[in-house]
Every structure is written in C-alpha cells, then in structure tokens.
C-alpha cells in the first residue's frame, strides 16, 4: 500500500509548478501596483513595438538575466507576455535571483483592465 504513495510524488511536483506559474488574482495586482509595482513585458521586443502597455518596460525573457539589474527587487514585480507562458518562466528567474513579490499577470492586455 505504501509503494503507491510513490506515484503521487511526480503528480504533486507537477501540481505545485502548474500552481506556481498561474497568473496573480486582481486584487494581489491591484495592491502590488499601489505599493509602486514595476510592470515587465517579457515578449519580444518586435512584440512589444507593435503593442504594449505604456507603463510598461521590455525586458524579452531571453534577456530578463542579462538586464536583471533594471529592476528594484524591493519593490513588486508585475510580469506579462502574450499569454502568460513566458512571463510564469520569467517569474521563476527572477525568484530564484532573490526577487521576493514577483507576480505573472498573464497577458499584457490584462494589466489594461485592472489599470481601468
């Protein structure tokens, strides 16, 4: 019986890193951008020429490491891409760089709504 908990270990790490990389809710946006929160798209930066958020900046995920230092890691961070699959990855280099309140805000679009 004991042998079978083995195969929740693997669905479990999945689970949490599924969990880990959702977007952020409103309200942790909403109060993130009243303590001073930075926004970062991370898509290319052909696509963020064609649109972007104007308080915004772009710092494309293959150059997130390399431009680390833009960023003030005492404030929030707010991350979006187009979909939100390369802003949860940002997250994780930028946690993992000591970043404390990092958020992924999935699409860029949506910082619009939650902006007003």
Known sequence: MLENWIYLIPIAAIGYLLWSRRSASAADVKAALARGAQI???RSKAEYKAAAHPKSINIPLDELEKQIKK???SKPVLVCCASGVRSG??????????????YNIGTWQRIRSLLG
């Open 40 to 42: 970062v798209d991370v």
């Open 71 to 73: 960023l003030d890691p």
């Open 89 to 102: 990855s940002a997250v994780s280099v930028l946690k993992q760089k000591g970043f404390k309140e990092v």
